[in-house]
């Protein structure tokens, strides 16, 4: 099905086409895709898995580079609240690969990263945004945990943001966290570039050592469409 991509590459707006479009005029379900480069592959890949879905349209809000760290650069839970007026039944977040750093806190004062402070701060942003997506009607939030990742401290930090992600979902009714680190690494916490599928060997990861390659990316995709398809009337259509 084709597909048209307008709006900035900080906002791009993806739209599918012809009985999608005409739908989405009638009352489509809509999913809202946020998120950093670790998205920018799987939005691709969350598109093309929803394209034979004519009740289904795909909305982005990529920014490379972000995270919850830095509100003074990128202010996710200002944007999210602007993407959010196109009034989405879903929303997928993968946020979090850069903000391993200090945080400057209301007040001015900083924590530290890897500090109860910083833990407390950080949670505080997290709650932010699903406060914004919940108040904008979203019925299902799906917040994708960090994969495991090559380099070791990178890979403690995500273990340590991983944990406040889920701790805030779970204190959300509408929220849910998906750890994704499963699909990718055969062996539990470990960090690999490649899984079996198929009796098949397929790399999964880019070779930073921290992205999902395409392969990866689809793989993802289709467990995203198999968790929300399990819950019943999530993905069909609903009123405008």
Not at 72 to 88: G, L, Y
Not at 95 to 111: S, Y
Not at 205 to 223: F, M, S, T
């Amino acid at each position: 099905m084709p597909m048209k991509i307008r709006g900035p590459s900080h906002l791009a707006a993806v739209v599918l086409t012809g009985a999608t479009a005409a739908f989405a005029q009638s009352g489509a379900s809509r999913i809202l895709l946020c998120g950093d480069s670790m998205l920018k592959a799987v939005a691709r890949s969350i598109v093309r898995e929803f394209s034979d879905t004519p009740s289904m349209t795909c909305d982005q809000q990529i920014s490379i580079g972000t995270g919850l760290a830095r509100p003074d650069v990128h202010n996710w839970p200002a944007k999210i609240r602007e993407a959010a007026t196109s009034k989405p039944a879903v929303a997928v977040i993968f946020l979090g690969a850069n903000d391993n750093q200090n945080l400057q806190a209301a007040g001015g004062q900083v924590a530290v990263f890897a500090t109860p402070e910083w833990d407390r701060e950080y949670a505080s942003r997290v709650a932010a945004v699903l406060r914004e997506l919940r108040e904008a009607g979203v019925r299902h939030i799906l917040w994708l945990g960090l994969p495991d990742m090559r380099e070791k401290k990178l890979h403690d930090d995500t273990r340590r943001i991983n944990a406040i992600l889920r701790a805030e979902c779970d204190r959300v009714p509408e929220a849910e966290y998906f750890d994704v680190a499963p699909l990718f690494s055969p062996q539990p916490g470990t960090y690999s570039a490649y899984v079996v599928r198929g009796g098949k060997v397929v790399q999964t990861r880019a070779n930073d050592g921290i992205h999902l390659n395409v392969e990866g990316a689809d793989i993802l995709a289709r467990a995203i469409r198999e968790r929300l398809s399990a819950k019943p009337g999530l993905l069909t259509a609903t009123a405008p």
